[in-house]
């Protein structure tokens, strides 16, 4: 017998943590499920190689869309997210799954929309958030206006799913108490980590021969990686030290300016996205992850898998993860804090020390076994109990 049909809607596999996440899980659940596919509203990125492409689906946007929304083709977000809506739709009819996964808000969206014109109507709806997007909405634009708008309209969306799994329990509480989701309707499944796959790729040749501080992630408003390199250049005695940043995104340019205005263009490197990140990990005196506002931290839990000691700002998901001063830092925010965590950790190899040997243990909490079987159970319960879904509970 055939299983049911299963969708995982992802926009991309772009090389940044929830695509990572999606095609961990995907090869997992595949063995366990004959009819799971994963939807791409484009089909790109660095992880587009993980997954099979017989495992893969993905439609073109139409003529007529491409026709209709090319006066606003300039605005990226916006001409995505109308032409990803006639995607979804066409995709979801080809496939008729019974169950759809959506992953990220710019699958989310089209999927609701899609759903307005009767296709995957019938079908469970599950929103994976991997972020917070309750808290990220209230500043996404410089209009409070314009915010509660937003932030309106997106749970009103994410009412009408039958249910939202988040990977953090700060994700779970932003869900319940802004958008108005019931916790019984919710749950918490962390995001799962390779363990074996990161002691393999990090037991590779030190990538660069000097001493470093390493940061991981989009180059992105979000990640802060601006308060991180000015906190970086205010340490003190520490002028061999550098600070290296892997990822690729939209704020390339204000960060190399940012870098050239500090005079640390010896010291401070930006090589891009690298499909090896741990093994920069495993050689670096710590880990800054220097978010605004995070959904997890999937970079805490695999820099602590190589022996990385952590430092993270108070911004959510990683509070589930670091323990302050026991398995790594937690401190807020502003420059002074972050060179302080930095220095510390510099000027005292006992506390890395320390923090590395409870991190180890620490992180097995979150192995791709565990994460992706906990997956599996909440499709299976779905599925089974169908019959008793609420739809759109509040509307």
């Not at 002028?239 to 640390?264: A, D, F």
């Amino acid at each position: 017998m055939r299983h049911p049909r299963i969708l995982l809607l992802c926009p991309t596999l772009d090389g940044a943590g929830v695509e990572r996440r999606v095609y961990l899980m995907f090869n997992r659940l595949y063995k366990q499920w004959d009819n799971i596919k994963i939807g791409l509203l484009r089909e790109r990125g660095e992880f587009l190689t993980q997954i099979s492409k017989t495992q893969r689906l993905y439609v073109k946007p139409g003529l007529l869309s491409k026709i209709v929304f090319y006066p606003i083709q300039n605005n990226n977000d916006l001409h995505n997210m109308m032409l990803a809506i006639g995607q979804t739709r066409r995709l979801v009819n080809h496939f008729q799954p019974q169950l759809i996964v959506t992953f990220t808000l710019e699958a989310s969206v089209p999927l609701y929309f899609a759903r307005l014109f009767g296709a995957g109507k019938s079908a469970i709806w599950v929103i994976s958030e991997d972020s917070n997007t309750a808290i990220a909405s209230k500043n996404e634009f410089e209009s409070a206006i314009a915010n509660r708008l937003l932030q309106a309209f997106i749970g009103h969306v994410y009412r009408k799913a039958d249910f939202i799994t988040t990977v953090s329990t700060s994700v779970q509480q932003s869900i319940n108490s802004i958008y108005r989701i019931p916790l019984q309707r919710t749950n918490v499944i962390v995001n799962p980590v390779d363990f074996q796959s990161i002691q393999s790729m990090a037991s590779q040749q030190r990538p660069v021969s000097f001493t470093y501080i390493v940061a991981v992630g989009r180059l992105a408003k979000v990640k802060q990686f601006d308060l991180l390199i000015t906190a970086f250049s205010r340490l003190t005695a520490a002028t061999s030290i550098h600070l290296v940043i892997l990822g690729e995104g939209n704020q390339r340019q204000n960060l190399e300016q940012l870098v050239t205005e500090l005079n640390l263009e010896d010291r401070v490197h930006l090589p891009g996205f690298t499909e090896n990140p741990w093994v920069y990990m495993k050689y670096a005196k710590m880990l800054v992850l220097s978010s605004e506002t995070e959904g997890f931290g999937n970079v805490l839990i695999e820099a602590m898998a190589t022996g990385c000691p952590v430092i993270s700002t108070n911004c959510g998901g990683p509070s589930d993860i670091i323990e302050h001063g026991k398995n790594g830092l937690i401190v807020e925010a502003t420059q002074q804090t972050i060179t302080d965590a930095m220095q510390q950790i510099l000027d005292h190899p006992k506390l890395a020390a320390t923090l590395t040997k409870q991190a180890h243990i620490d992180v097995q909490r979150f192995n791709l076994v565990h994460c992706t079987s906990e997956f599996n159970a909440l499709l299976q319960q779905l599925l089974n109990n169908r019959t008793t879904i609420n739809p759109g509970l509040i509307s």
